[in-house]
T-cell receptor, first 114, second 115 residues
């Protein structure tokens, strides 16, 4: 069964600090991995996408890494801001199946304090 | 602006009532999806549609129904058979031509509460 596990479940940091969120998956065959940011009461918004051959992808202060051999990904947030407070969801899509229905992680809830 | 619109943002349902959640997109996407989100859980797929007049059940379809009469619209009905409907419902669409790499565009969600 395809699974996506995220850690930690929740995280509290001070404004200006860095943090790293983890994602482990068992989706196979693998196509791509996305990180989404979901503000409270809103729909998720895509931050990064990585395919099998990509090791790292940046989007401003967000940097995602992928190790397809160990099936692990991380999302690093640099110089955190109050607006980074949100849930971060790891989503892995299969390469086949026609409908390409992805598997969602449960998310990491990040709170940034001033 | 292209996007996906869900309405209403908040919805209250009485016991035994059916309610319909609206989802409209102007992105010209063929595929549309309904997900349910509960606290501490990942998004769970209710129904999806890849083409007009066709749809498939997801992992938790029981107690829900959908229709896809137009490409732009994919309404979700929460029936009285759904025993625990209180949740945050997300609609999404996707460009099928992008294949596996195409990501979802999500609506802003509808929060349904049973009163």
């Amino acid at each position: 069964k395809n699974q996506v596990e995220q850690s930690p479940q929740s995280l509290i940091i001070l404004e200006g600090k860095n943090c790293t969120l983890q994602c482990n998956y068992t989706v196979s065959p693998f196509s791509n991995l996305r990180w989404y940011k979901q503000d409270t009461g809103r729909g998720p918004v895509s931050l990064t996408i990585m395919t099998f051959s990509e090791n790292t992808k940046s989007n401003g202060r967000y940097t995602a890494t992928l190790d397809a051999d160990t099936k692990q990904s991380s999302l690093h947030i640099t110089a955190s801001q109050l607006s980074d407070s949100a849930s971060y969801i790891c989503v892995v899509s299969p390469r086949s199946g026609g409908s390409y229905i992805p598997t969602f992680g449960r998310g990491t809830s990040l709170i940034v304090h001033p | 602006d292209g996007g996906i619109t869900q309405s209403p943002k908040y919805l209250f349902r009485k016991e035994g009532q059916n309610v319909t959640l609206s989802c409209e997109q102007n992105l010209n996407h063929d595929a549309m999806y309904w997900y349910r989100q509960d606290p501490g859980q990942g998004l769970r797929l209710i129904y999806y549609s890849q083409i007009v007049n066709d749809f498939q059940k997801g992992d938790i379809a029981e107690g829900y129904s959908v229709s896809r009469e137009k490409k732009e619209s994919f309404p979700l009905t929460v029936t009285s058979a759904q025993k625990n409907p209180t949740a945050f419902y997300l609609c999404a669409s996707r460009d099928q031509l992008t294949g596996a790499t195409g990501g979802y565009t999500f609506g802003s969600g509808t929060r349904l509460t049973v009163v």
